[in-house]
């Protein structure tokens, strides 16, 4: 009967100390904490271990992230800059060739003045196709009879007191002007009719 479990005058089932398969759980103030084993020791050096290099991870992560944000900003600026500055060379080389150009359209503009640009002739058939370049590369002719005087966009080679006319006005055009895009690459040349005194 030593290892048997016996009724207690309340009537609850107690287990004697040192009965098999059983084990003492103490509980309330006297209780001791476990034991902590290597093993158990050793386990928790590894989470912590786990959870730093979780955090170091992080840390790289959000750097890495930065620095792809920001190599991503400086490839778009440099793309940005690298297109205008083509834009730039673009617009210089068709202002270069259209320069080079422009003494040409004046002798043809002279010529058909004079009457030597006869339809159906080849000459006439040149002068279209070099009318035509000029269109396409964008030069804008200006400057004609009538306009008011502008002094940033006409040069006046003479002026002409005119009775009547109470602004500057263009009188006749010795030379047009050319403008590509926003630059002008020659202003027209002009006689002006001022007021009479």
Do not use: C, W
């Amino acid at each position: 009967m030593t290892d048997k479990n016996f009724e207690t005058p309340d009537g609850d089932d107690e287990v004697r100390p040192g009965a098999e398969g059983s084990e003492a759980q103490a509980s309330g103030p006297d209780a001791q904490e476990p034991e902590l084993t290597v093993d158990d020791i050793l386990g928790a050096e590894q989470n912590v271990d786990a959870a730093a290099e979780d955090a170091t991870l992080a840390d790289l992560e959000s750097a890495l992230l930065a620095d792809l944000k920001r190599l991503q900003a400086e490839y778009a600026n440099y793309r940005r800059r690298t297109e205008e500055q083509r834009e730039v060379e673009i617009e210089r080389a068709k202002g270069t060739v259209a320069k080079d150009l422009l003494p040409v359209l004046d002798d043809l503009d002279r010529a058909q003045k004079h009457g030597d640009l006869v339809a159906g002739s080849a000459f006439t058939a040149i002068a279209e196709k070099m009318r035509t370049m000029a269109d396409r590369l964008g030069l804008v002719v200006y400057g004609e009879a009538g306009e008011a005087f502008d002094p940033q966009q006409h040069e006046a080679i003479f002026q002409q007191p005119t009775p009547g006319v109470t602004e500057a006005t263009i009188l006749e055009v010795v030379e047009v002007g050319y403008r590509l895009g926003s630059t002008e690459l020659r202003p027209a040349k002009v006689v002006v009719a001022v007021p009479a005194e």
